[in-house]
Each structure stands twice: as C-alpha cells, then as structure tokens.
C-alpha cells in the first residue's frame, strides 16, 4: 500500500536571520527613532558596529565610540543589543550575565569618550528597554527599576521604555 502524502512542503522554513544582521538593522532602527525625535540626519550606525575605534588606528577626532554615530553635542555613548532572549530578571542578579557584559562594556567605551553609558536592548516580542545611569535627571513620570552594579553597589542604573525616554527634554540628551 502505497501514501498519498506529499510531505515536500513541511522543512520549508522561512531562512534564519544571522544575529549581525539582526544587530544591524536594530542599530538602523535605533539610529531612525533617535533622528525622527531630534528632526535630525546625524545619528548612523557605528562603521564596524561600534569596534572601529579599537580596531583602527585613527586620530583621536576621528574615533567613533559606542554603537551609533551621534551628535557632537549628544550626551551619550550608545550600546544597541537585539536578541539575547535568554536574559531575564534574574541575569540582574548574575552580575557574569550578558546584560552586566553589555553595561560593561558601554562602561569602557563612555569613558573613553568622556560621555555617558546607554544602553538600548530589545528583546524578540518585548518593547526596547534603556538602561541610563541613576545620575541621569528625568523630568517626566516614567515608571523605572533601580539595579546596582555588584553587592557593593559600584554603580547604579535605570531600566526603563526606551519609548518613554525618548519622551524626555533635550536637556536630557544634549550639552
């Protein structure tokens, strides 16, 4: 007895994404969000996604720190991250995990270029998140949780919508 069952049609999967192309069209998306607010041209992806500044040897005018390219007068140094959706609350506890990597990381390069960490991580199916050192003054009634830096509390950030941040006066973002 022979099937009559055409199974040809079951592994026709739409093809996988690779996570840099992913990670760049967040970048793109990030740097679309920070232009449609500021009615700007200047934010762009990072040449080599942010690692240009490290792995080129450039004068120090011409270096390009953190993620994005932004503004001259822009406050912040950026660390876009997409995916990664094995983090959840408790990686806030595992101060080994990627979400501490990421901070660290932005850390390094915001003290390289004497600007303040932010960090913009999104999740598959979940809003994009900010992560904004305490420091930073908020004017608006924006709903944030506190998470410290080690058991000695070595530095404190803000975990809040990037939506709702993007919400904030320009004093927030510019000198």
């Known amino acids: 007895m022979k099937d009559n069952y055409d199974l040809s049609n079951l592994r026709n999967k739409p093809k996988r994404k690779n996570s840099r ?18 009615n700007t041209t ?22 390009i720190y953190g993620d994005l390219i932004t503004p001259l007068n822009f406050k912040y140094c950026i660390e876009c991250k997409k995916g990664y959706n094995k983090e959840n609350i408790y990686s806030l506890y595992n101060y ?3 979400l ?7 850390e390094k390069d915001s003290e390289k270029c004497k600007r303040t960490p932010l960090i913009i991580f999104k999740q598959d199916r979940h809003p994009t998140l ?12 924006i709903s944030y949780i506190e998470i410290s ?6 530095a404190q950030y803000r975990v809040l919508l990037f939506d709702e941040l993007l919400k904030e006066d320009n004093s927030l973002w510019f000198h």
């Open 21 to 38: 192309t992913k990670g760049n069209a967040f970048e793109r998306k990030v740097a679309g969000a920070l232009n449609d607010r500021f």
């Open 96 to 98: 080994s995990s990627d």
């Open 149 to 154: 830096k080690g058991p000695e509390h070595l």
């Open 130 to 141: 900010a992560i904004i050192p305490k420091h930073c003054a908020l004017q608006l009634n």
């Open 100 to 106: 501490w990597g990421f901070i660290n990381q932005c």
């Open 42 to 63: 200047e934010f762009s992806r990072s040449p080599g996604s942010g690692a240009f500044a490290t792995t080129h040897t450039l004068p120090e005018h011409l270096k």
